[in-house]
T-cell receptor, first 107, second 116 residues
Framework: RKEVEQDPGPFNVPEGATVAFNCTYS??????FFWYRQDCRKEPKLLMS???SGNEDGRFTAQLNRASQYISLLIRDSKLSDSATYLC????????FGSGTKLNVKP | GAVVSQHPSWVICKSGTSVKIECRSL??????MFWYRQFPKQSLMLMAT?????????EQGVEKDKFLINHASLTLSTLTVTSAHPEDSSFYIC????????????FGPGTRLTVL
């Protein structure tokens, strides 16, 4: 079983739509959680950390559910520029990356 | 802040040659640097973790004699792919963290290696 699992997608949504991604992790001792964004042939860039109480940054909301061992990312009012691959990253003894969820926002 | 650079951004080499990739933290001191490899449409795979002044810790299945890592200063780590072969062609990305708890890591722009 993979340490971090994500639905690879792609999620094809129209502009303005709300879209949500989930990510599950297997190590209950995981300590830190992140969402990264990776554009094609580019390096990952930190989108947001995920805190136990949930956190929001503009159109992006992240949630953590330790009991069920998953984290989520909600994107509201999708923009064309949100098209990318979203990586779920979990830190236990080291960093573990999900394989990413691809989002395509269409006009 | 928290800028990480990599050089070169891309390299094409002949099979059997060695290639050195540099990773620099430009505006912070990186106590820990990570080296990843990413094949097309796959996730990043951690190759090794290096702490300044000590030997790198390699992940299972990564040959330490083939992928030489040096982290001689708080702002520079190098990865040398020795005797590169076509199957080593990949996107190599470094990241850096400023604390040993490495709660965040900042990625370099990556180096695309093509071995002919």
């Amino acid at each position: 079983r993979k340490e971090v699992e994500q639905d690879p997608g792609p999620f094809n949504v129209p502009e303005g739509a709300t879209v949500a991604f989930n990510c599950t992790y297997s190590n209950s001792a995981s300590q830190s959680f992140f969402w990264y964004r990776q554009d094609c042939r580019k390096e990952p860039k930190l989108l947001m950390s995920v805190y136990s109480s949930g956190n929001e940054d503009g159109r992006f909301t992240a949630q953590l559910n330790r009991a069920s061992q998953y984290i989520s990312l909600l994107i509201r009012d999708s923009k064309l520029s949100d098209s990318a691959t979203y990586l779920c990253v979990v830190r236990a003894n080291k960093f573990y990356f999900g394989s990413g969820t691809k989002l395509n926002v269409k006009p | 802040g928290a800028v990480v650079s990599q050089h070169p951004s891309w390299v094409i080499c002949k099979s059997g040659t060695s290639v050195k990739i540099e990773c620099r933290s430009l505006d912070f001191q990186a106590t820990t640097m990570f080296w990843y490899r990413q094949f097309p449409k796959q996730s990043l795979m951690l190759m090794a973790t290096s702490n300044e002044g000590s030997k790198a810790t390699y992940e299972q299945g990564v040959e330490k004699d083939k992928f030489l890592i040096n982290h001689a200063s708080l702002t520079l780590s190098t990865l040398t792919v020795t005797s590169a072969h076509p199957e080593d062609s990949s996107f190599y990305i470094c990241s850096a963290s400023w604390d040993r708890a490495y709660n965040e890591q900042f990625f370099g722009p990556g180096t695309r290696l093509t071995v002919l």
